[in-house]
């Protein structure tokens, strides 16, 4: 199966494009570069004791942006824990964000209008959840479609499985999104399927698919952008190949299941340099463009940081609430014995 790759890892194109306007090429760095710096950020306040548990997402910026770049607002999103880039993109508050990965419960509320599912764990959970979404709008004749992210190793789940199967039955406007970054968490993709990509999976469901360089910005919105058109006769899944740059999360450590030569084979093809190179080429590209975004970004961290860091941490009670609408008795004696909501 063929890669659709358009840049090079030094920022020549592969061929003759019609390429996005100069400003939406602007808009796909500066958002990569914004979202590598509030990961690289939450990363170091992990560290420093400030946040609970991140799952870092350096080196998958590029399909994350592409991907809600192609959305419109009425669209939705069911992302796992590692989308922020394409969630903050349609919407979600960055302080939202935040406290999410401080442990804070109301990191999973979502503003009314903002179309995006909380956070999931349950690995491929969201997937099943998307198409339930796909198949209201279809029955409800809206002209709305769904995006639902999720790894390579979700794709060992039953629940891909059920998803794909359900939405082609059903034929639903959704685009499944899987993150190939090689690895879930420790077992590489090589040691949990027997096919050389996942995009072929499609295949098994009659399904229309796409195979992209999840590192090529262009080549990600390309494809985002003909998978949106082919969501209109049914489910479309895009096979991106990337590679997750940081450990799985801030309580792992990648030096004991991969090689640093790997790793720096990857840095090669990271998906905000290649596409840098490329605006540099083009004359679109300046230490002034480049330090207008690190102040902004630097300036909407600082906010947001200091105005979760401002709100009092939720009492240990709060956990316990939205257990039940109505709250039984041995919840209420736990909610007592925790000091009372
Ligand atoms: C149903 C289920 N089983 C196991 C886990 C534990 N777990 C958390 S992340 C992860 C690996 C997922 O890998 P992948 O789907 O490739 O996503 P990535 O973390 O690489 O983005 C596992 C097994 C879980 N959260 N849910
Ligand atoms: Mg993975």
């Not at 509320?109 to 903002?114: A, L, Q, R």
């Given at each position: 199966m063929e890669l659709v790759k358009w840049l090079n890892e030094d920022g020549t194109l592969t061929g003759q494009y019609e390429l996005p306007s100069d400003e939406m090429l602007k808009t796909m760095y500066a958002e990569m570069k914004r979202g590598r710096m509030i990961d690289s950020k939450m990363y170091k306040m992990q560290r420093q004791g400030r946040m609970a548990l991140v799952a870092p997402l350096s080196g998958q910026e590029a399909i994350q942006v592409a991907s809600a770049l192609v959305l419109k607002e009425t669209d939705w999103i069911a992302p796992s824990y590692r989308d922020s880039v394409a969630t903050m993109l349609h919407g979600v508050p960055l302080e939202t964000i935040i406290r999410y990965f401080k442990?804070?419960?109301?990191?999973?509320?979502?503003?009314?209008?903002?179309?995006v599912l909380p956070i999931q764990i349950i690995i491929a959970a969201q997937l099943l959840h998307a198409v339930g979404i796909g198949l209201a709008s279809k029955i409800k004749k809206e002209d709305v479609k769904t995006i639902t992210f999720f790894g390579d190793g979700a794709t060992s789940q039953g629940d891909f499985h059920e998803a794909l199967n359900f939405a082609s039955v059903y034929q639903v406007p959704v685009i499944f999104i899987c993150q190939n970054n090689q690895y879930a968490i420790s077992t590489p993709v090589h040691k949990q399927m027997n096919t050389e990509t996942i995009a072929e999976k499609a295949n098994a469901y009659n399904m229309a698919y796409e195979y992209v360089d999840g590192n090529d910005v262009l080549a990600c919105y390309d494809v985002m952008k003909r998978a949106y058109e082919k969501a209109n006769e049914g489910p479309v899944l895009v096979e991106a190949v990337t590679y997750r740059?940081?450990?799985?999360?801030?309580?792992?450590?990648?030096k004991k299941y991969r090689q640093q030569q790997e790793e720096m084979n990857w840095a090669e093809k990271d998906p905000i340099v290649r596409l840098q190179r490329f605006l540099l080429q083009k004359g679109l590209w300046d230490e002034q463009f480049e330090s207008r975004i690190e102040k902004t970004v630097s300036e909407e961290i600082e906010e947001a940081v200091l105005a979760v860091e401002n709100t009092p941490a939720p009492t240990l009670a709060e956990m316990l609430h939205h257990v039940y609408e109505d709250v039984p008795l041995v919840i209420q004696e736990q909610i007592d014995a925790l000091g009372g909501a």
């Open positions: 442990g804070y419960s109301d990191g999973n509320e979502i503003p009314e209008n903002v179309n740059q940081g450990p799985h999360t801030t309580s792992d450590d990648p």
